[in-house]
């Protein structure tokens, strides 16, 4: 009975209550990325957040500080998720190679979602230099797990030899764009264009010779 | 003697004046274009280019409006250089992929350079809606003329078989995100970088089999 009553309680219980504070971060975080993709970082305001979310501006405060922070943040998702895929690539089985595609094949996916083309889209620039400074650093890491999975794949074989650095930057170009000009809502499906994709920086532009008819990838 | 006197006036002859008045402006746009790349657009002032160009900030109205007619410029000279580097090479002889191939080396390097640069760090987002949407249909025209080649390629046999627009998208993408890391002080010279990029879209990052050994590209 006094159970029952605790859990009648109009309250939210204090753990309850700071997993919705964190659901509700990420809301606000999320509204802003969209709005931020869609009319640019200087053209969105906390009252555009504020009414996407159909809440009153104060309220935001409540969980992010300022517009700034907000990117950042979001920046800094996008550029997490980017290393958790790469990371969870490079640990899973099979050769360099399978890694490599396997982090590219996330990599195109992620900058097509919220965070991920936030930072493609948007990116650090708009923020004060020790910000752009922490940021640029996750990137550089990131650039470098990529050049790893490369050296890699070049060691055992199941790459071509090349330059690393520019085949990591080359690969990172080429996917990050997508989030450029990827349209959620148009005809192309994201599955679809992280494929065709992978499939031109893999096998390359010219035809491939010695293997079944001219159209073999 | 007429002449040796009127040779020897102090006032510039109005052909002279007109073209000094766009080499000025020129001069203008590239400093404005160099601060942009290295500060960011936001963080650029019009003082900041009178500085750079060692004149007052009046003296920059009587070449340009503003900040954002500026950037319109950059843009738009970006777009221009690498429109007519597409047109030029499609006019070329050879073989569409000499012609693709063609292209996408003066596209890396153009990106390397002032307005390109521009071009791809900045971009239009800033400027207001008339301005994005006029910049954003000379890039759809770019696009248009790229895939126009790799479309000429696939169907003389001379590239893979691919979707061309994706296939253009991945180019542009790699190429295009070399004006966003290269560093013109650098160690590395942009003429190797765009080779290095051009060879693994050419021939892709798997190891191309039937060839003298591995190495081969």
Known sequence: MAVAELDASPWTRPRERGRERAI???AVLR????????????????AMVAARLQVTKPTL???????????????????ELLRSAIADAAASGGSAVDKLEAAMHEYALIVTRDFGMCLIRVGEDPLAPPARKKLRRLKAELDHEFRA???QGVAE??????DPKLAAFTIAGALSWIGRWYDPSGPLGSEAVARESIAVLMSGLSPRRGRAGAGAR
């Open 149 to 151: 999975l490369i050296e």
């Open 31 to 46: 509204a802003a990325a969209q709005l931020f993709n869609e009319f640019g970082y200087h053209d969105t305001s906390l």
């Open 24 to 26: 509700k971060r990420d």
């Open 61 to 79: 405060y409540y969980y992010i500080r300022n517009k700034e922070e907000i990117l950042f943040e979001c920046v800094r998702l996008g550029l």
């Open 157 to 162: 074989g199941s790459l071509a030899p090349c």
